[in-house]
């Protein structure tokens, strides 16, 4: 939740207006053009409560599927939010998912949830490594090797499963990672809710997080003034890579296997929720919570598209005006 | 023409009456008027806050005024856009130069004004016999076809004027020309503005160096808290009436030595041993003791900047070793320079010193994070308490602290840099033109500060291209030349500025 520039009388106004208690003295520390993306997620979960209200919209058990189909992405642009913080960019984060899931899936089979777990994480440390050192030891541009590593991670995990789907049968695998819940609460929206609070704590309440955007607000002064700014680029590749493995765990929890196919794509998806939720393309400013109602407002859009009864092409292109029309409001001065 | 025009134009070139303008209800500019004769230079100037910038930017159409008329060669005008600015032949030589590197000089100068050809497509060799047509009556001798980025701060310049002279202006507004100008350069632009007076062209000169207003400025507006103080003739005032009118108080030998505690019982805080570093620092040796000013003198690429930068570990050092209080420290990076207790207030504070995004206490506090730390966390209120009591210590003046460091004016950007820095209790202080840029007052401010800080027992180390301000507060000053310190001078040996100018000269 952190930002630089911010203009308190708009803000409280809006958050007045729009929202109750709490969120206002959160909201209130927001600059305005970052706060269109509530506004936005309120006017459309209203839109859609209102026409879709027979199609079950509001029922706990859709709005909880919302959650569940947001979480994976949710979870990539936690990682995502810090490396475009920082002025970077990670496109490899969706097939880094997928070759974790994959891997998880192989090595659970073999040798036991433990070394599966492992064997997971191990995917994101070793790409996030990769990536960090050809960005920060070499100063290649992390598009480039990111766009790299999403053809070769994608290719690994198509290559060493023939295309195949890694089923996974440890069901203790399978509830701790996507498929079980906790009462009435999905198990995916407490691995989201984790990932959310302790990354907007990092990013806004930690040195680390205060030199990531410094880093990403202007890299000479950040390392005239002391930041080791190599390492918060090398710090920041890795985190995403690592936690986009996680993601892939979530996904094999939750469809019970491993595949290469799964998050394919994710990073696009990853990329619009933190734009959406008001972090500067540019770096220097992120927000983890804008990022959060970011995902969300795409897994909104996609609910209630399909319950609208449009069909997968004329929801990506709904979905993509959305997308536009809220970056454009959060851009307007 | 210029000769035709100049007997016809008995109307002033530029007349501005009781321009008023105010921001959020706060008045910045309160019924000023502005004249400039065809053919002058006029300079401009005034404090922080002054209006300066505002009225420039009512010349230029990026604000308008709430009151007042402006005419041009006598026919009123409206100018509601940097379009209408251009066409009533207002110029402006900007302070951050306006210009696309990737693009050549005559791309540059013709942008959006591209002279087109048949079929409406762009005729680049027109533009660029064209631009080399400007430049030649500027007599300058700079390639059109060169890439703007391959080229040296001095010739972005110069192409911003050619840009502005190309669209026939008639008025140029220069602010702070020669802030990143060598010496040599400098001296080229003031030919060039006399040959552009002769051309009947005026000059609005916005400058804080009172030597370059004495040398080329006919005319001098002071304004003060947005009002005019004074529009007179150089020679009828002097360099003390022009700073009292900045200023608003007479401020006594604030650019005058002052003999301070001796410290020569003192041990060497700072010692530098043959320091090599690229190939502008060649073996140099000195050292500072606690409470002593150093002084670094030297030309435009005689090595300063990049003595500076390898003491605090931006630039490699390829052999020689520092010494903090006898004992051989590691600065490889600015990082553990900072860690040392060696800080860096860089000539730079735009790139170099500040995110400008980021707001006052963000920057305040960034070298300053594990101070604010409470159980691995930041601690807000622990950052406010810290950042505003450097804010008051001192003085930034600053509406609000969250507000984005890049609203405030250069001299209050620069105190925010040197705040940050003495935030981390620094033993050696390394100053790279610390006043650039800065108006007069906040400067007096900072040779304050900076005297302040070495009797507290601090080393400093403070490079400036200003020799005044140098031997205002130097105890000793270095002459640097091709990255070799060539003389060591005591302030006692130094008569004046003419004799340091003799000695860096190397005559």
Known sequence: MSHTTSTPAAATAGAAAAEPGGLQRLLRELDWRR?????????????????????????????????????????????MTYVIACAEIDLSVGSVAGLSSVVTAMALAHWGLVVGVLAGLAVGLVVGTINGALVSLLSIPSFLVTLGMLGIAAGVAQWITASAPQPILSDAFNLAFGSGNFGPIPGLLIWSAVFVIVGAVVLARTRFGRQVLATGGNRTAAEFTGVRTRRI????????????SVAGMLYAGRLQSGRFQWGAGDELSAIAAVILGGTSLFGGSGSVVGTLFGALLIGLINNGLILAGLDSSQQQVVRGAIIILAVALARKK | MSE????????????????????????????????????EVHALAGGNGAGKSTLMKILQGVYTPDAGEVEVDGRPVRISS?????AAGIGMVFQEFSLVPSLTVAQNVFLTTEPRGRGGLLDDRRAVRQTREVLAQMEVDVDPRARVGDLGTAYWQLTEIAKALAQDARVLIMDEPTASLARHETEALFALVERLKQRGISIV????????????????????????????????????QIVEGIVGQKIEGDLAYRARAAHDAAEPLLEVRGLCAGDRVRDVSFQIRAGEILGLAGLMGSGRTELARALFGVDRVTAGEIRMRGRVVDVSNPAKAVREGIVLVPEDRRDQGLVLDHSVRENLLLPLLDRVERRGLLSTRA????????IERFQVK???????VRLLSGGNQQKVVLAKWLGTEPDVLVLDEPTAGVDIGTKSEILETVRALADAGKAVLIISSEYPELLAVSDRVLVLRDGSVVRELQRSEIADEESLQLAVQGV
């Not at chain 2, 025009?5 to 109307?11: C, F, L, S, T």
């Not at chain 2, 600053?398 to 984005?404: I, L, T, W």
Request: charged share 20%; net charge neutral.
């Open chain 1, 35 to 79: 706060y269109i993306i509530y506004i936005g997620f309120v006017a459309m979960f209203a839109v859609f409560a209102v026409l879709l209200h027979d199609e079950g919209f509001l029922s706990s058990n859709n709005l909880l599927n919302i959650f569940r189909q947001t979480a994976t992405i949710t979870v990539i642009a936690v990682g």
């Open chain 2, 4 to 39: 035709l025009e100049q007997d016809a134009a008995v109307a002033a070139a530029i007349r501005m009456r009781g321009i008023d303008k105010s921001f959020n209800g706060v008045p910045v500019l309160k019924g000023v008027d502005l004249d400039i004769a065809p053919g």
């Open chain 2, 383 to 390: 950052g406010r308490e810290l950042s505003t009591s450097l």
């Open chain 2, 398 to 404: 600053v509406a609000h602290p969250g507000r984005p």
């Open chain 1, 233 to 244: 680029k090398f710090q920041v590749l890795l985190l995403s890579a690592t936690v986009a």
């Open chain 2, 82 to 86: 940097i379009a209408d600015a251009r």
């Open chain 2, 205 to 240: 000169y916005i400058s804080h160096r009172m030597d370059e207003v004495y040398r080329i400025a006919d005319r001098i507006t002071i304004l003060r808290d947005g009002r005019r103080l004074l529009t007179s003739a150089l020679s009828d005032v002097t360099p003390e």
